[in-house]
């Protein structure tokens, strides 16, 4: 009888131990416009671009909902003269360009969007905010973002 007891314990134990039987989705669709950011460089003061850059599709089956965390790089050559530090954000999608305000996280640092609705589907539009240099030097940049979801 107490070894019963003891198998049963470890059961309830395992049990407990397990992850969440939740998954978060995420797929993302770039603009045209990711590909072919203005750059100007041509001297004189330079403007604050804001771009679309893609579409998030986000859903998950969790019933706390999800979050969104997005970090990325600064834009640069493979020579790595006059990078680019650029901020980013969401708004549902359709919504239309945000305002330069609704950059509230620092470039490079890691923008969080929380839907805490139960089994959440969403589609929001992404955006970067940057202003280059006065003399950008012309040519290729690139840049990542790293895009995760993650189950609350």
């Known amino acids: 009888m107490k070894h019963s007891f003891i198998q049963t314990c470890l059961s309830l134990l395992l049990l407990a131990g397990m992850p969440p039987a939740f998954a978060g989705n995420i797929t993302l669709t770039s603009s045209n416009q990711a590909n072919n950011l203005p750059l100007g460089g041509e001297g004189g003061t330079q403007n604050t671009q804001i771009i679309k850059v893609g579409t998030i599709s986000l859903s998950t089956t969790s019933a706390n909902g999800f979050t969104l965390n997005i970090i990325g790089s ?3 050559k493979s020579e790595g003269v006059t990078p680019i530090v650029f ?3 969401t ?3 359709g919504s239309g360009t945000p305002g330069a305000g609704a950059f509230t996280t620092e470039a490079t640092e890691n923008y969080s969007y929380v839907n805490n609705n139960p089994n959440a589907s969403e589609t929001r539009d992404l955006y970067i905010k940057y202003t280059p240099a006065s003399l950008q030097d012309p040519g290729n940049y690139s840049a ?3 895009l995760t979801i993650a189950d609350n």
Do not use: D, K, R
């Open 74 to 76: 600064n834009l640069t």
């Open 144 to 146: 990542s973002l790293n």
């Open 91 to 93: 708004v549902p999608s």
């Open 87 to 89: 901020q980013v954000t």
